[in-house]
């Protein structure tokens, strides 16, 4: 009787946890640091330090002076006076009918950014905020494209081709002084962003095993992003000046082109486009750099698994590939778990943009604030990978958006407070508001990436992220509304959190199961499993993990 082996097995034979696992967690290490300086360079470059307007007779005056006397009217930052008069507190100053066309800047650390530069502040503040909204739009059209591109031409190749439009973004950025050019080198640079990261954290979940995924790739996930969040903080105030941060900034992206050389082709990905020889090439290289022998009668009976499963699943009678995104919607099972996780998606994604940019008006330092934060990732991404290896996935997700969301409701009630708020207790809010919402958001991402069957895995993660990034747009709007009830923008982002801990209740949980890999595989996958099923398998071992690394350590004593 002719044998099979399914995808996870013959990866355990060439190696789930070893050598070529830990050089793909360092290369997406390096990945998550470049990335996170693209990502918030557009945070960094347009930090907005005090200023007011200038006056003459304010040269000599320390910036405590001047605050002193701007504090008197109304919009201290853009009001423009005719008179100072003699007095240090400036009690008989008296307000000019010009605008202001000229600033005087209490730099942060010295560090000058881009608006700080063009004077893009009071009127004319708008000029960067419609760039930032280039750059989303930008994200949303990158992420859907490069996530179609991965599907077609392969992981490896999309995420390479991600990173040069974000180092021509960002590179292109420096020559830019007019709203135009910002805008259209921002749409560029928006491109990469989100797609030069994801497609290789599902090449990483494809190739590494169930422990490993959890406590490894989110440590990694945590500690290097936090390294690349410290380092672009930083990396400003030792150039001084955006364009050369910049500059420094967008050339490491050139480096992920060394990935081609280093990183295989996702077999998994392979298999659903019919070429299992290529499938079982990179499988073999995989196997000699993990340095484990795996016999040919091994690779054939993959081989002969793969044809009978998936070429009748997923081709038609011309041997073409036919799995198509839409194809979700056309089963009800599938189409319902499509419809959740992009509802995920639209809660999480701009919630997270919220609190991960609000680094300013905090009464601290944006550059000492967006440090904190990013000290908070490490810790939360090794407790989200404990978490996700005992209770799974959902239950991670599910808790987490409900703490995130009681937390971020707190922070708004001390923000209430308006001058009489403890600056120390805001602060320790929002860091735990962080906190819970990188685990929210990672235990939530990997759940629906998870999910989404490999023949579609690029197109579907990207439909559900171009669907974050697009209700992200609401992001500004739920903070104006602080202008009318200051503790109303932290209600609803608690309230958002709380319904998307609903929802993720909704689907079932990937926690030692084997991933769906075809269509129809999506289909069954979860089949017969209630909401709170999983609180009843948080303790239950994964058999067949057991059984596999049984098999191979008895197989290891014999040779």
């Avoid at 030692?512 to 890999?517: E, G, N, R, S, V």
Wanted: hydrophobic share 45%.
């Amino acid at each position: 009787m002719e044998r099979n082996m399914d995808f996870d097995e013959i990866l355990a034979k060439c190696g789930n946890s070893h050598r070529y696992q830990y050089l793909l967690l360092g290369l997406y290490g390096f990945l998550m640091v470049v990335v996170s300086m693209h990502y918030f360079s557009q945070n960094v470059i347009s930090f907005v330090p005090d200023h007011w307007c200038h006056h003459e007779q304010l040269e000599n005056r320390s910036f405590a002076e001047i605050e002193a006397i701007y504090n008197q009217f109304e919009k201290p930052s853009c009001t423009r006076l005719a008179t100072i008069g003699s007095d240090l507190d400036g009690r008989n100053a008296t307000v000019s009918g010009e605008r202001c066309d000229r600033w005087i800047y209490n730099y942060d650390f010295g560090f000058r950014s881009m608006n700080t530069e063009l004077n893009w502040v009071c009127d004319a503040a708008y000029k960067a905020r419609v760039g930032q909204s280039f750059f989303f739009v930008g994200s949303m059209c990158g992420t859907l494209v490069f996530g179609l591109l991965g599907d077609r031409i392969g992981r490896v190749k999309a995420v390479i081709l991600a990173n040069w439009c974000g180092f021509l973004g960002d590179f292109s950025t420096i020559f830019t002084g007019s709203l135009t050019a910002f805008s259209i080198t921002r749409f560029i640079s928006g491109l990469a962003a989100d797609a030069n990261s994801y497609l290789m954290y599902i090449l990483v979940i494809e190739y590494v095993s169930p422990s490993l995924r959890n406590v490894g790739l989110n440590t990694v996930l945590g500690l290097f992003y936090s390294l690349g969040l410290i380092g672009a903080s930083w990396l400003a105030v030792l150039v001084g000046n955006w364009r050369l941060f910049l500059a420094c900034s967008s050339l490491p992206l050139l480096l992920v082109t060394l990935f081609y050389f280093l990183v295989q082709e996702s077999a998994q990905w392979l298999v659903t486009r019919n070429d299992i020889e290529g499938a079982v090439l990179r499988l073999r290289r995989v196997a000699k750099i993990n340095r484990r022998v795996v016999s040919d009668e091994d690779f054939k009976a993959f081989s002969s698994y793969c044809q009978q499963h998936y070429r009748k699943a997923d081709t038609g009678a011309s041997g073409q590939q036919q799995a198509k995104l839409l194809d979700m919607l056309k089963t009800p099972r599938m189409r319902s778990s499509a419809f959740k996780m992009l509802l995920i998606f639209v809660i999480v994604v701009p919630c997270y943009n919220t609190i991960a940019r609000n680094v300013e008006g905090l009464g601290i330092s944006p550059f000492i604030m967006f440090s904190l934060n990013a000290l908070m990732l490490p810790p939360s991404g090794y407790l989200q990978g404990l978490l996700q290896d005992v209770a799974g996935r959902k239950a991670t997700a599910v808790s987490w958006m409900a703490i995130t969301g009681l937390f971020a409701t707190a922070a708004g009630l001390v923000i209430s407070q308006g001058e009489n708020r403890n600056v120390f207790l805001l602060v320790g809010l929002t860091l735990v508001a962080r906190f819970g919402v990188s685990i929210a958001d990672g235990a939530s991402s990997q759940l629906c990436t998870e999910l989404v069957p490999t023949c579609v895995r690029g197109r579907g993660v990207a439909v559900a992220h171009v669907a974050g990034f697009a209700a992200s747009f609401l992001s500004p709007y739920i903070l104006h509304l602080g202008t009318y009830a200051k503790p109303a923008p932290s209600i609803i982002i608690g309230l958002l959190f709380l319904s998307g801990a609903y929802v993720c209740l909704l689907l079932p949980e990937t926690r030692h199961k084997k991933l769906p890999m075809s269509l129809a595989e999506g289909e069954e996958f979860g089949k017969g499993e209630r909401m709170f099923d999983f609180l009843r398998q948080l303790r239950k071992q994964d058999s067949t993990e057991v059984e596999l690394e049984t098999e191979l350590k008895s197989k290891e004593v014999d040779k």
